[in-house]
């Protein structure tokens, strides 16, 4: 009989669904599901009903797979104690979620915020195989970030390094979530593109087939979709979005000075609607010694669900750091 094969869980938690599924060491998910987050559960509840769906998942693989470790990608995890703190969009407070999975699996886990949980993804399944410094942006409903040095994730001294999004484009600018005004992802997001879509209505007479779209019902889709047409305002909202985002990104080359910059996330599907500005704006606002020397690149996570792996990529790079001590 054929050795088993390894597997590890990745769990993306979003505010509206909650993705699992089992991925092998070279990053190809062997079995998927979902379940409804119910985001004003308790934790705990979301555990409970989490533990039922990864069994009756592991049923359909147990003659093939051994099961070894479970990674998780949460908004405002903290890698160092296993919490997730105040999550916006979860009515969760402060919980400890590793203790909570610990009653249902005694094996190795971990977690961190999804943004992070990308960038370990690209750097064991993806784009940034081989590379030892990036940043990885995570364009969606806000702005994540995930920065990697010399081959290590970024958590700083408190676990919560690497929030670009939340770095101050305008201190008078639009309103964000954490309360303070200018953040970068109000304009460099999937939201932040229909607001600046709505500011271009209003500040201009073009003719544009976004102005039949009700706020509500604008998505960044439907703005790229304008833009292949040849929209004005939908092409106007795109450089304005890249211009905002490159100057920023310019600013975080200068801190790490990393190989490549990875954009990842539904805007990133935008492709070189959203590329060409960015590049352009970001070697034009570069520091001279860097000009030239970034790659602007798209996630190349591709196997499966992206954010189930990037959670997956999590534990496979905390069970190799411990083989790693082992062997010396």
């Known amino acids: 009989m054929p050795n088993k094969i390894d597997v590890t869980l990745g769990i993306d938690i979003g505010g509206t669904n909650t993705v699992f599924g089992f991925v092998d060491r070279q990053g190809n998910c062997v079995a998927e599901s979902s379940i409804p987050t119910n985001p004003y559960e308790a934790a705990e509840s979301l555990?409970?009903?989490?533990?039922?769906?990864?069994?009756?998942?592991?049923?359909k693989i147990t003659d093939n797979y051994?099961?070894?470790?479970?990674?998780?990608?949460?908004?405002?995890?903290?890698?160092?104690?296993?919490?997730v703190e105040l999550p916006p969009n979860l009515n969760w407070g402060y919980v400890n979620v590793l203790e909570i999975v610990q009653k249902y699996f005694d094996i190795p886990s971990a977690i961190t915020n999804d943004a992070n949980a990308a960038a370990i993804g690209e750097m064991k399944f993806g784009a940034a195989k081989g590379m030892k410094d990036f940043i990885v942006i995570t364009l969606g409903t806000g702005l994540g970030s995930g920065i990697v040095s010399n081959g290590e994730l970024i958590y700083g001294a408190d676990g919560f390094a690497g929030e670009i999004g939340h770095t101050i484009f305008d201190p008078n600018g639009r309103q964000c979530g954490c309360g303070r005004k200018g953040c970068l992802e109000t304009y460099a997001s999937a939201s932040g593109i229909r607001r600046t879509v709505y500011e271009l209505l209003c500040d201009s007479n073009d003719e544009s087939e976004l102005r039949k779209i009700s706020f509500a019902d604008l998505t960044a889709k439907t703005i790229s979709e304008a833009a292949l047409k040849g929209d004005k305002i939908a092409l106007h909202a795109f450089d304005y979005t890249g211009k905002i985002l490159g100057i920023k990104l310019a600013d975080a080359v200068a801190h790490t000075s990393p190989e490549a910059i990875i954009l990842f996330g539904g805007l990133a599907a935008s492709g070189k609607l959203i590329f060409e500005p960015t590049q352009k704006y970001m070697e034009e606002y570069m520091l001279n010694i860097f000009k030239n020397k970034v790659k602007l690149i798209p996630s190349a996570l591709t196997n499966g669900n992206s954010a189930v792996l990037g959670a997956s990529a999590l534990i496979w790079n905390e069970i190799d750091k411990q083989h790693e001590l082992i062997a010396r």
């Open 66 to 83: 051994n099961f070894i470790g479970i990674g998780i990608g949460a908004p405002n995890a903290n890698y160092y104690k296993g919490t």
């Open 47 to 59: 555990f409970a009903r989490l533990h039922l769906e990864i069994i009756e998942l592991k049923k």
